[in-house]
Structure formats: structure tokens, C-alpha cells
């Protein structure tokens, strides 16, 4: 059976207005065209629909029961075509996102801020969760996408590159190694060390970096959250080490910051995506936001 939302249209128009050529002025067809189409209708359902006399026409017992069927029908079809307009338009939709705290805390509140102000009709939603959480959201479908460390390959995510961020020390103003200006991996050698805790994705990359040069840190405290090693560092239980996403906390609780060398280590912040899923209108759209070498808002000198 291959009925149209046209022909449906005619049927519930020449019911209405009880005449072809009253239904033909009310759609702008022809009468030829109405007929036709009540015609290919019948002929789809194996119903007659209309009594039709010389100055007369009058719905059948079949079409007044499928009247009121084809109204809902044409309003449903209706309201799906008038959603998904919206949706293309943005005038509607969901965007989730999972991010590491420091990208769900310091880089996304400001894309979101102008992004619900050219799309208030858009929801949007942030997971802040860990590295690992992450890759596991979008993995499972709970996401649209993820902002994370760089990981190895996957075979059902993919990774946009976005960022660099670099490895520097955090410390108390009156720790003797803030009278330098930079820092490296050797002065920190005998420091009370505060780090990501071994399986952290930020934590592989910096032990991988430092292993090709054969260093090994001795860390005093590991822990889960960046938020943690500053509260430790202000605290006074020894040198944080964490890349320059915590500049701008830092600053304000008067920590310093300094540069290390030997080597310069760096994490590549990347934008994680499902392969097997592509992005709705909305998502894309946020996801423009996140260009390839824009310069995070907590960036800047101290």
C-alpha cells in the first residue's frame, strides 16, 4: 500500500469543504489534480470514500471512519517535519559532553555561555568526570562526544587534535626553588612530589615522556583530581606538578609557577568521537566551537 501525505491532504480538504473544486481552490490544484488523487487513494485502501451525485458529495461509512484517522496522521507527519526543521535550524536539541574537570570547569562554561545565547532552545549537558570516564561515555553512546588526553588507537573512537598543554611546577613563594626561573626534571629530584595517580591518562603521558629520557620521578602523594594537588600545594605538603590548565587557580591562591626543561613535556588535549555515530546539528554546531589550536581561556602569562 503506497499512500502519500498528498493524497491525504485532498481526502481531508474535499471532506471539508464538500466539493472538488472548493478543495482544489483551498490547495491550489487543479480539479484534475483532486480527483486523481482521491482516486489513487481509493483505489490504495480498496475503499470508496465518497458518495458522489450530481450536486452532491458525501463521505462514505469508510470515510468518515478514516477521516479523523487521516487528520492525525497529516498532524503527526506534520509535527515530525516541523521538529526536524527546528532541529536543522538549532531551534531545538540536546548536546551532551563529557570533560575532564579543568575542560569542564575552565573551557567550556565560556562556549557554552555564547552558545546558548545564539541557541537558547538548544539543552546543553556537561559530565565532569575523569580521563578515563571519558573515553568510556562516548564509547557507550551516553555522549555526543568528549574532551580528554590523547589516547592510544581505538577501533571505535577517533581523536581531533586541539591543544597543547605543558608540564610546569607549582609551588609555595617562599619554597627556595621559586627564586628560579625555570626548573628542571633533575632540581626536582629530591622535591616532595605531588601528581596524578599511575593509570591517569596525564600521568602516562608525562611518566612515557620522561621514561625516553630516563627519568623517574619519586612521587610523595598521588591523587585523582588537579583541584586536590594545588589544594596540597597551598597546603604546603610539597611541589605540584601539572600542566598550565591550573594557571589561573594558582594564581589566585598566590601560588607560583615554573617552567620545566630537560625535556619540555606537553599533553595534547583532543576532542573524542564516536566512528560508528554521527553528530546532530546541535553537537556539530558546539563542536565547531573547539577549533584545532585555539588557545584554552585559561591560558596566558603569570
Known sequence: ???TLRQLRVFVAVAEAGSFTRAGETLDLPQSTISTQLRELEEALGLRLFDRHTRMLRLTEAGAEILPLARKTMADLESVIGSSAQLRTLGCGRVSIAASSMQAALVL???????IERYPGVKLDVFDVSQEEVLSMVHAGAVDFGLGTAFASHPELSMRPLWRETFFAYLRPEDPLAARRALTWKDL???????P???????AVLDQAL?????????HYEVSLPLTIIGMVEGGMGIGILTDSMRRLAGALGLKMRPITGPVVQREVV?????GRSLSPAAQNFSDLLRPGMIPCYSGEE
Request: proline share 8%; glycine share 16%; no cysteine.
Open 211 to 219: 621514561a625516553r629520557e630516563g627519568i623517574s620521578l619519586g612521587w
Open 197 to 203: 595517580r599511575p593509570g591517569n591518562p596525564v600521568r
Open 271 to 275: 576532542m573524542v568521537l564516536h566512528t
Open 1 to 3: 500500500m503506497n499512500i
Open 109 to 115: 562554561p565560556r562556549l557554552m555561555g555564547s552558545f
Open 189 to 195: 629530584g629530591r622535591a616532595a612530589l605531588i601528581g
